[in-house]
């Protein structure tokens, strides 16, 4: 399994940015897909996670109804639209799978629960 995100950069303060995470070597519509991010000195966290069939989705409260995650299975492609866009969005974003036959939803966020992880991009979000 191999994730790569992308479209990461630098944007002011208010703008926005979409970011993608390609899949190769296996079919995405098979996993559930996790979005992270982690800043300096702090910890990763989860910002948003998609199911398998698009059909749930989750955010974190500091990115609700600013974000938005989705996914086009027939390109095995999963996007983040990042919109309203903040200084403390400032990290490296990843994409990330859990094991799939163990994924409960109620854990997105847990960084343990994910297997695969792509490598990040980063995204600058300047006052």
């Known amino acids: 399994v191999q994730l790569q995100a992308s479209g990461g950069g630098l944007v002011q303060a208010g703008g926005s940015l979409k970011l993608s995470c390609a899949a190769s070597?296996?079919?995405?519509?098979?996993?559930?897909i996790g979005w992270f991010r982690q800043a300096p000195g702090k910890e990763r966290e989860g910002v948003s996670c998609i199911n398998n069939s698009g059909r749930s989705t989750y955010y974190a409260d500091s990115v609700k109804g600013r974000f938005t995650i989705s996914r086009d299975n027939a390109k095995n492609m999963v996007y983040l639209q990042m919109n309203s866009l903040k200084p403390e969005d400032t990290a490296v974003y990843y994409c990330?799978?859990?094991?799939?036959?163990?994924?409960?939803?109620?854990?997105?966020?847990?960084?343990?629960?994910?297997?695969?992880w792509g490598q990040g991009t980063l995204v600058t979000v300047s006052s």
């Open positions: 070597g296996f079919n995405l519509d098979y996993y559930t």
């Open positions: 990330a799978a859990p094991n799939e036959r163990r994924w409960v939803p109620r854990f997105w966020a847990d960084v343990d629960e994910y297997v695969y």
